[in-house]
């Protein structure tokens, strides 16, 4: 319980602390695929959450166990996201999909000022 | 007579108060943030050589992953192997990093610098331990033989990973 009080504490306290973190988030965990309302086409939904101050875009990803790109709808894949807000992402597959991650990634602008910059990819796996 | 009215009055108050307890239900979900806490920047100690070693004037990336259940995901992390954007480059650019942790929010994360598992420029932890993990990443770039990198802006990308397992 105290484990999760100093985490909770830490992300919520970050900013007043100074620290400029930015954080990048994906859930659920394990998304569930789901009849949708066009027969033989898969459905789920993940949420992103975008606390990187310095990225504005995300693109998404659909990958086999493998990490081989498969074939999916969604309604943008390269989309944007401003600071501190939430997207909800509708990911519609074939039924005969072989899908195991849906991955979002972090897209950083070409000349930014900063030298090493830090891309970050979260994902979430399909049970 | 009022006294008649009152005490009835207040005793269905006192039970209406006692039937208005409620819960409050919460849930804790698997869930993992990365959040890049320093971004770092590239020292030119030698005119051939570029690098985040706080010695030679540069300032090492740090990112903190954070997650609510433990073994639920693995942290990967890239130092970089090359530049995303930089002047032109007519010689080889030889590259080398490492990442470690540097920072836990629990004493039980102590071993995962021992237990990640090393492939190309990729360090992979798993995330045993609910918490956070500060991971500090080093780079270096050294260009041709001792041969000085063109004046300009250079650009290097840490990739930082989380996959559900």
């Given at each position: 319980?105290?484990?999760?009080l100093?985490?909770?504490?830490?992300?919520?306290?970050?900013?007043?602390w100074?620290?400029?973190?930015?954080a990048h988030?994906?859930?659920?965990?394990?998304?569930?695929?789901e009849?949708?309302?066009i027969?033989?086409?898969l459905q789920?939904?993940?949420?992103i959450?975008n606390?990187r101050?310095?990225?504005?875009?995300y693109?998404l990803?659909v990958?086999?166990?493998?990490?081989?790109?498969?074939?999916?709808?969604?309604?943008?894949?390269?989309?944007?996201?401003?600071?501190?807000?939430?997207?909800?992402?509708e990911?519609?597959?074939?039924?005969d999909?072989?899908a195991?991650?849906?991955?979002?990634?972090?897209?950083?602008?070409?000349?930014?000022?900063?030298?090493?910059?830090?891309?970050?990819?979260?994902?979430?796996?399909?049970r | 007579?009022l006294?008649?009215l009152?005490v009835p009055?207040?005793?269905?108050?006192?039970a209406?108060g006692?039937?208005?307890?409620?819960?409050?239900?919460?849930?804790v979900?698997?869930?993992?943030?990365?959040?890049?806490?320093?971004?770092?920047?590239?020292?030119n100690p030698?005119?051939y050589?570029?690098?985040?070693?706080?010695?030679s004037?540069?300032?090492?990336?740090?990112i903190?992953y954070?997650?609510?259940?433990?073994?639920y995901?693995?942290?990967?992390?890239?130092?970089?192997?090359?530049f995303s954007?930089?002047?032109?480059?007519d010689?080889?650019?030889?590259?080398?990093?490492?990442v470690?942790?540097?920072?836990?929010?629990?004493?039980?994360?102590?071993?995962?610098?021992?237990?990640?598992?090393?492939?190309?420029?990729?360090?992979?932890?798993?995330?045993?331990?609910?918490?956070?993990?500060?991971?500090k990443i080093?780079?270096?770039?050294?260009?041709?033989?001792?041969?000085?990198?063109p004046?300009?802006?250079?650009?290097?990308?840490?990739?930082?990973e989380?996959?559900?397992?």
């Amino acid at each position: 319980m105290k484990k999760y009080l100093v985490l909770i504490l830490l992300v919520v306290s970050g900013p007043l602390w100074g620290i400029h973190a930015s954080a990048h988030e994906l859930t659920p965990t394990y998304p569930k695929l789901e009849q949708s309302y066009i027969p033989n086409v898969l459905q789920t939904k993940v949420k992103i959450w975008n606390a990187r101050v310095d990225v504005n875009h995300y693109k998404l990803e659909v990958t086999d166990v493998f990490w081989n790109d498969v074939p999916f709808i969604a309604e943008e894949k390269l989309f944007k996201l401003d600071y501190m807000e939430r997207r909800e992402i509708e990911i519609f597959l074939p039924s005969d999909t072989t899908a195991q991650y849906i991955c979002t990634r972090s897209m950083l602008q070409k000349g930014a000022r900063s030298r090493s910059m830090i891309s970050s990819k979260v994902c979430s796996k399909i049970r | 007579m009022l006294k008649n009215l009152v005490v009835p009055l207040a005793s269905s108050m006192l039970a209406t108060g006692a039937l208005a307890n409620t819960e409050i239900i919460g849930s804790v979900d698997s869930k993992c943030i990365i959040i890049s806490e320093t971004a770092g920047v590239y020292g030119n100690p030698n005119p051939y050589e570029l690098t985040t070693a706080p010695t030679s004037g540069g300032v090492q990336p740090i990112i903190r992953y954070d997650v609510l259940v433990a073994d639920y995901y693995k942290a990967v992390i890239e130092h970089p192997v090359a530049f995303s954007s930089s002047p032109t480059l007519d010689d080889v650019v030889t590259w080398d990093g490492d990442v470690e942790v540097s920072e836990v929010s629990d004493t039980n994360m102590s071993d995962y610098d021992t237990n990640k598992v090393e492939y190309d420029n990729a360090h992979e932890y798993e995330l045993t331990v609910a918490g956070s993990t500060w991971f500090k990443i080093s780079s270096e770039a050294d260009y041709g033989y001792t041969k000085s990198f063109p004046a300009g802006t250079y650009t290097a990308i840490v990739e930082a990973e989380c996959i559900p397992l």
